[in-house]
């Protein structure tokens, strides 16, 4: 580890551990007795997990509505455990304490956004893109592959949309939350196509980012949506280990039929619905790999009291390393199976695309 990747955890630790020494009891809000979604009060356990992926403190809960469908975090993060939870993560994997890495994640990644903005061009070449969530702006730089005219935007809470554009990956960086005010009047009316891919899962309130999203749309604008399935069959059968729960991060875990509801009340017309092609093999290696950095000694990261000792980490890397090929050999049976799988209800993705009324 470089001098200053120890300097910045060194920094980072001290603002967690004050952080943490406060309680962890108030990064959770009150309990919900009914749905988010469609106020039902018939609720049903599907998940307790850990942070399987970053190893912070605390245990959470996914519970399911019996009537619509709907996952969500119960009881939900609060303010503060959302600032402490979706701050930016740590640029080093050793840091993070990322668990046994998988070839080619970022390859399959690229082909995952090339394959998003592929089924875009059924609608024509848009004047103006916003990607909401945008990260580093990894799907625009892949979406101007199919789009060399169309102009990027980025939307992110972090200051990894800043970095986007200092790579030339979008041309404006919008820093902020799309259900802040002053970003909906700013952003007002301005765009083409809005895309949120396995971004409204993140967000307290999904249909206030609907509601802005298609707020920022120009008239007859398209909104493209990507989310992870509640309805795969991998969820039950690998229960927390299901990578999608991601908790404490992913807050609401969406049905195709709610989602298409809820766009057809807002007087959008549905255009597409596809629950095969966004499929992405990864569910069994991913579950290992988190196992794997579970059964490990924990990482270095922010959030311990001290480091990890010079005989723990080589334990854990040991471990890591032993683990590698069986996420290796899960990563080639998801790919073997892929084909079969993303015909049937093992898919663990879908897309929506919608247009916004050309009339207001």
Known sequence: ?????????????????????????????????????????RLRTRVRSPDLLRHRPGSFTVDGCRDCGHAFQNPPLSAEGLAFHHRDLPESPL????????????RAARRRHRAAARSMLAYGEPESWLDVGTGYGHFPAAAREFFPYTSFDGLDATERVERAREAGRVEEAHRGQLTDPHVVARLRGRYDVVSMLHHLPRVPGPRAELRAALAVLRPGGVLLLELP?????????????????????QLHLMTVRNLTAELTARGCEVLAVDRTRPHAPGDLAAALALAVSRAAPAPDTPWRPAPPSPPARTVREALLGIGAPLVAAGAAIDHALAPALRRTRFANTYRIVAQRPRRS
């Open 229 to 249: 399935d509640p309805a795969c069959l991998f969820a039950p059968l690998l229960g927390h280990w299901w990578a999608p729960y991601d908790q404490p991060r």
């Open 95 to 106: 840091e993070a304490g990322e668990p046994v890495p998988r070839p080619g994640l970022a």
């Open 1 to 41: 580890m470089s001098r200053s990747t120890s300097q910045a955890i060194t920094a980072r630790r001290t603002v967690c551990l004050g952080e943490l020494a406060q309680g962890v009891e108030r990064f959770l809000g009150p309990r919900r007795e009914t749905c988010p979604w469609c106020g039902s009060g």
